[in-house]
């Protein structure tokens, strides 16, 4: 899907200061509007309708993705072909149980869970190219398709895009 395919739904909408980042199908946005989920359906309702896309939309406000980044959780760490830093977003509260370590991948090194944000972060090391994480996959069995990944640049890249 273009990005202008999907900024058009986001302005059809009503939404002001519509853009894309890069074209990793994040779109940010301002609405006066507050409530998140009503946002969320609202938004998977018009995907489907205008471009026939039936997936999960998550929402995050610029102040829990600008909290996130201001606690540092990957201190002294750079995303890079082998260290691949990672913010996996829950659409929905995490259940009582988080990954810790041992659960997942041994490629994957968990970081921690940020309930404001509701987002898993996670290194995850590419550096044999031979050998795949299955951190995706284990994380999907545990919460389910409600979930997306970005990268930590990614991320910064929304948060800057969000700012100015």
């Not at 610029?62 to 980044?69: I, M, T, V």
């Not at 550096?127 to 640049?153: H, N, V």
Request: proline share 7%; net charge neutral; aromatic share 8%.
């Amino acid at each position: 899907m273009t990005n202008d395919k999907l900024r058009g739904v986001f302005e059809g909408l009503g939404f002001e200061d519509v853009a894309s980042v890069l074209a990793s199908g994040n779109i940010v946005f301002r609405s006066a509007e507050t409530d998140v989920p009503a946002l969320e359906r609202r938004v998977e309702a018009a995907l489907t309708s205008e471009l026939g896309l039936s997936s999960r939309t998550i929402i995050r406000g610029h102040p829990e993705l600008r909290a996130l980044l201001d606690s540092d959780p990957f201190p002294g760490l750079s995303h890079g072909r082998g260290t691949y830093l990672t913010a996996t977003f829950l659409k929905d509260v995490a259940p009582p149980t988080v990954p810790v370590p041992g659960q997942s991948d041994p490629l994957t090194q968990f970081v921690r869970y940020d309930p404001a944000a509701r987002v898993v972060l996670a290194v995850i090391d590419n550096s044999d190219p031979g050998r795949t994480p299955d951190f995706m996959s284990w994380l999907e069995k545990l919460y389910g398709k409600g979930i997306t990944t970005r990268s930590w640049l990614t991320v910064q890249r929304i948060v800057r895009k969000l700012e100015n």
